[in-house]
């Protein structure tokens, strides 16, 4: 499969404060990028995804960066809150060839109070 | 929104026993699912894809006698682990898309197996 890695495995902030985490993928062909998250013992969680025709996309309180150049993938959440302790995956596809997502190592998230 | 769930959240067997995980979409129907394992502290590995009607398509180094995938209707996929042994011991997920909604490409998970092997 193809290679996707991040380059903090973890990660401490303060409560309020603004959280990047970042990813690195391999396969410039692919094309739909998603942020997920998972707390321990559950099943992953849509965050927010992005189409390689874009470099950036805003949801609620997270926005996603993408640099096709450099392959390089980011999450940002803004105003942290402990309820965002978790561990965050990215995920890259090639969107026409079955869709089966790769996905990186995983950052954890901790969020002092 | 779109929900997965799986059945049952934890299981645990005797070595050489067979287990069978259900995967269901409650709301959508899936005809293609996906299978996933991870290790603690590790990331999602991708192990097959399963697709209605027909037979699943395994990824590199996945034993596909070992790990017998269903996908008898659009709601339901199963993933038989057979002859459990130890090193089976792991959390499978599943997950599926919507065709019918809002993100074709994106993939909704279930909420994780735990299994352990004696």
């Known amino acids: 499969g193809e290679s996707v890695g991040l380059h903090l495995p973890t990660l401490s902030v303060q409560e309020g404060d603004n959280s990047i985490i970042n990813c690195a993928y391999s396969n410039s062909a692919s094309d739909y990028f998603i942020w997920y998250k998972q707390e321990s013992g559950k099943g992953p969680q849509f965050i927010i995804d992005?189409?390689?025709?874009?470099d950036k996309r805003q949801g609620q309180r997270v926005t996603v960066l993408l640099n096709k150049t450099v392959k390089h993938l980011s999450l940002q959440i803004a105003a942290t809150q402990p309820g965002d302790s978790a561990v965050y995956f990215c995920a890259e596809t090639i969107r026409d060839t079955g869709n089966q997502f790769y996905f990186g190592t995983g950052t954890s998230l901790t969020v002092i109070p | 929104g779109a929900v997965v769930s799986q059945h049952p959240s934890r299981v645990i067997c005797k070595s050489g026993t067979s287990v069978k995980i259900e995967c269901r979409s409650l709301d959508f129907q899936a005809t293609t699912m996906f299978w996933y394992r991870q290790f603690p502290k590790q990331s999602l590995m991708l192990m097959a894809t399963?697709?209605?009607?027909?037979?699943?398509?395994?990824e590199q180094g996945v034993e596909k006698d070992k790990f017998l995938i269903n996908h008898a209707s659009l709601t339901l996929s199963t993933l038989t682990v057979t002859s459990a042994h130890p090193e089976d011991s792991s959390f499978y997920i599943c997950?599926?898309?919507?065709?019918?909604?809002?993100?074709?490409?994106?993939?909704?998970f279930g909420p994780g197996t735990r299994l352990t092997v004696l």
């Open positions: 992005i189409r390689s025709n874009m």
């Open positions: 399963s697709n209605e009607g027909s037979k699943a398509t395994y």
């Open positions: 997950s599926a898309r919507d065709p019918g909604g809002r993100s074709t490409d994106t993939q909704y």
